[in-house]
């Protein structure tokens, strides 16, 4: 009876330990094979960290990680600031059709790609907007505000009111109030939304795919292309340093999520 006891308890811990493994093995698949030796193929000839230097002077894996990155920056600046005003209005509507509201802002995350990437396609090219950098910008920007949404949303329901009230008191206006109290208080929140909303940006493969233009292919594109013919060792060595960059920006973002629900 101990013996089956024992078993039981320990069901839930090789059960999670399945579920990382079936999660995280490709991972570290891929970040090892970023050091075989073996140019081409699966087997593994020796360690080696030469397809890091020989990365930083591939051009084209060079430029696709840029445009991954202008479009991840620009697009979270701009879902920064809509998905931060949007949580603070939806905060403030006293009407009831604020839940309605906030669920047609979260249908962006909750739409497939597939169909959002086709809605981007039609709806550009009906405004003349050709394929190109402001075209990822704006439909990664679309997809990046409700993740900020929804964590500043979550921060200020949790919020006293009682600070804007105070500043009121004391003279400050309606905007200056917002600006001195209430902006640093979830300004870890923002934070938090645009660093998760960042590595979102930087991992989509199927909105770049349809927005990309010639000169604006981005990362994972790039690497979507050489699938159909081969994978260099440099592919590798590039996915392991944006697994790292997107690690860290999640990590960040759960960091400050976290210090700012306990102030």
């Not at 089956?4 to 320990?10: E, F, N």
Request: hydrophobic fraction near 55%; charge should be positive.
């Amino acid at each position: 009876m101990r013996t089956l006891k024992r078993i039981t308890r320990g069901i839930p811990g090789l059960y999670l330990l399945l579920i990382l493994l079936l999660m995280y093995l490709p991972i570290v698949v891929v970040v090892a094979y970023s050091f075989n030796a073996q140019p081409k193929g699966l087997m593994w000839t020796g360690f080696t960290t030469e397809w890091y230097p020989a990365l930083f002077q591939n051009r084209q894996i060079m430029a696709s990680f840029k445009n991954s990155l202008i479009v991840a920056g620009w697009s979270c600046l701009i879902a920064g600031v809509i998905g931060t005003l949007g949580a603070v209005a939806l905060s403030r509507t006293k009407i009831r059709s604020a839940a309605a509201l906030e669920t047609v802002a979260m249908l962006p995350i909750m739409t497939p790609e597939i169909a959002l990437a086709m809605a981007f396609l039609v709806t550009f090219s009906l405004v003349g907007l050709p394929s190109g950098m402001l075209a990822l910008v704006l439909s990664h920007a679309t997809f990046c505000i409700p993740y900020i949404l929804i964590i500043v949303r979550t921060r200020l329901t949790g919020l006293n009111p009682s600070y804007e009230e105070a500043a009121r008191d004391l003279g400050a206006g309606p905007v200056r109030a917002f600006i001195t109290v209430i902006v640093p208080l979830i300004a870890p929140a923002i934070l938090s939304g645009v660093l998760l909303a960042f590595a979102m940006s930087m991992d989509d493969v199927i909105i770049s795919f349809f927005m990309a233009g010639p000169t604006s292919t981005t990362f994972p594109v790039y690497v979507f292309g050489k699938l159909k013919t081969d994978v260099p060792p440099t592919i590798n060595a590039m996915c392991t340093v944006t697994l790292g960059v997107t690690f860290i920006a999640v990590a960040a973002s759960q960091l400050l999520r976290s210090k700012g629900s306990n102030t």
